[in-house]
């Protein structure tokens, strides 16, 4: 991971090297964070942060349901990413804001740790390799589920739930795959382990539903608004594991993975094995609005 000069901890902007927190904060033996990973992009019209209100809001939104209290307001937190950005002379960056528990008590109760709020950024290219916007990637189905609903809350996007991903993502590259995908508790397809799918048969766009253990993603809504404009029926709803082998155009979707295809499933060929015609469509559509800085949707906050 490249260094990058500064990072913005509890309101200032210090040296990376010093951004440190003690042995005994709560976040590191109970997984109590929250966080946002987010897009600048270096657009045509120049440096634009990808859904900067959406993320803040999602932000809230995960801390409200493990009852933290940021102690800043989402203004703050807005100028606090553009400044981090900003401070490191960033054109292009990945954006990672974190909401943690320090020190306080050890116990489980989580109420006597400190909340303390922490902004890094840094460079990173395709996540899920060289090429695989074009290419694609060949996943395999995980063995292990995501968490089922009412056990760890899929909407919050918490440090603790990426422990599920953590397993879900070292076996598929253990085997060899770029990504695993997890099935929900029912058995239907829900999610890989950091980003959203979308299915394509016979024209129409299928994803699973927001109950079925998934993080909502920015990319995924982006995704069925852009296919609906392009006049493509999307269809959030059931998929059985099935559906993924006979497939003609699987791709997933995430801030890092952005829009990825796959080309394999449990070594089933998807399609003609490479970007079928409607993720390519999809993913122009896409790529234009963060290159060019054109923003008909009003997605992009420029710095
Ligand atoms: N699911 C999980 C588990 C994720 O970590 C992510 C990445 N944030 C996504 C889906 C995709 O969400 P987004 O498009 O907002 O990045």
């Given at each position: 991971?490249?260094?990058?000069?500064?990072?913005?901890?509890?309101?200032?902007?210090?040296?990376?090297?010093?951004?440190?927190?003690?042995?005994?904060?709560?976040?590191?033996?109970?997984g109590s964070s929250t966080f946002e990973g987010i897009?600048?992009?270096?657009?045509?019209?120049?440096?634009?942060?990808?859904?900067?209100?959406?993320?803040?809001?999602?932000?809230?939104?995960?801390?409200?349901?493990?009852?933290?209290?940021?102690?800043?307001?989402?203004?703050?937190?807005?100028?606090?990413?553009?400044?981090?950005?900003?401070?490191?002379?960033?054109?292009?960056?990945?954006?990672?804001?974190?909401?943690?528990?320090?020190?306080?008590?050890?116990?489980?109760?989580?109420?006597?740790?400190?909340?303390?709020?922490?902004?890094?950024?840094?460079?990173?290219?395709?996540?899920?390799?060289?090429?695989?916007?074009?290419?694609?990637?060949?996943?395999?189905?995980?063995?292990?589920?995501?968490?089922?609903?009412?056990?760890?809350?899929?909407?919050?996007?918490?440090?603790?739930?990426?422990?599920?991903?953590?397993?879900?993502?070292?076996?598929?590259?253990?085997?060899?795959?770029?990504?695993?995908?997890?099935?929900?508790?029912?058995?239907?397809?829900?999610?890989?382990?950091?980003?959203?799918?979308?299915?394509?048969?016979?024209?129409?766009?299928?994803?699973?539903?927001?109950?079925?253990?998934?993080?909502?993603?920015?990319?995924r809504h982006a995704v069925m608004h852009i296919a609906?404009?392009?006049?493509?029926?999307?269809?959030?709803?059931?998929?059985?594991?099935?559906?993924?082998?006979?497939?003609?155009?699987?791709?997933?979707?995430?801030?890092?993975?952005?829009?990825?295809?796959?080309?394999?499933?449990?070594?089933?060929?998807?399609?003609?094995?490479?970007?079928?015609?409607?993720t390519e469509a999809l993913q122009n559509e896409y790529?234009?609005?963060?290159?060019?800085?054109?923003?008909?949707?009003?997605?992009?906050?420029?710095?």
């Amino acid at each position: 991971m490249n260094k990058s000069a500064k990072i913005w901890m509890n309101g200032e902007l210090i040296d990376w090297i010093d951004a440190k927190i003690h042995i005994l904060s709560h976040v590191v033996h109970y997984g109590s964070s929250t966080f946002e990973g987010i897009r600048c992009y270096d657009t045509l019209k120049g440096s634009a942060v990808l859904f900067l209100d959406e993320h803040i809001k999602r932000l809230r939104d995960s801390s409200k349901i493990y009852r933290i209290e940021i102690p800043y307001s989402e203004k703050e937190l807005k100028e606090a990413i553009i400044a981090t950005i900003q401070a490191n002379n960033f054109k292009v960056c990945y954006i990672r804001p974190l909401v943690y528990r320090g020190q306080g008590a050890l116990g489980v109760n989580p109420h006597r740790a400190s909340i303390e709020v922490a902004i890094a950024t840094w460079e990173w290219g395709t996540y899920l390799g060289e090429d695989v916007l074009e290419t694609g990637v060949d996943v395999r189905v995980s063995s292990w589920t995501r968490p089922a609903p009412n056990t760890l809350p899929s909407w919050a996007k918490a440090g603790g739930n990426y422990l599920n991903s953590q397993l879900i993502k070292m076996e598929a590259l253990m085997d060899d795959y770029a990504e695993g995908l997890a099935l929900d508790v029912n058995g239907y397809v829900s999610e890989g382990s950091g980003e959203n799918i979308f299915v394509i048969r016979d024209g129409i766009i299928y994803t699973p539903m927001s109950g079925q253990s998934i993080l909502p993603g920015f990319t995924r809504h982006a995704v069925m608004h852009i296919a609906k404009q392009q006049g493509y029926e999307v269809r959030e709803t059931l998929i059985p594991r099935e559906a993924l082998y006979v497939a003609d155009e699987v791709f997933l979707t995430g801030t890092a993975a952005e829009i990825t295809p796959v080309r394999s499933i449990d070594k089933y060929p998807i399609g003609n094995e490479k970007r079928g015609p409607i993720t390519e469509a999809l993913q122009n559509e896409y790529l234009k609005i963060v290159q060019t800085g054109e923003d008909p949707y009003n997605w992009l906050t420029f710095l």
